[in-house]
């Protein structure tokens, strides 16, 4: 069985800082990727960031020099830094890995861009 836990949401001013961490339940090598998703309220969910462990990374337009996803293969761990918030940037945020032709989905977690 495969879980993804997602941490790390809050509330923050706009130009601040937050780091989202996913935590898998199996080693992260196994996934052919794994990313970032978000959903803001009346919005379709949209890819913000993708990597392939022995690969590359992808963002979405809106989110380049500003987030930037990595891995802790040691604590099976996909992190995403998120630097210069923006109040559009307010949404829930989903942590997906794709395993054996499916797609896995941790629970999401808030996060609020205002002043």
């Not at 009346?42 to 337009?61: P, Q, S």
């Not at 940037?89 to 054996?100: M, N, P, Q, S």
């Amino acid at each position: 069985q495969v879980r993804l836990v997602e941490s790390g949401g809050g509330l923050v001013q706009p130009g601040g800082s937050l780091r989202l961490s996913c935590a898998a339940s199996r080693n992260i090598f196994s996934f052919n990727y794994m990313g970032w998703y978000r959903q803001a309220p009346g919005k379709g969910r949209e890819l913000v960031a993708t990597i392939v462990l022995r690969g590359g990374t992808n963002y979405a337009d809106s989110v380049k020099g500003r987030f930037t996803i990595s891995t802790d293969t040691a604590k099976d761990t996909v992190y995403l830094q998120m630097n210069s918030l923006k109040p559009e940037d307010t949404a829930v945020y989903y942590c997906k890995g794709f395993y054996v032709g499916s797609n896995y989905w941790g629970q999401g977690t808030q996060v609020t861009v205002s002043s």
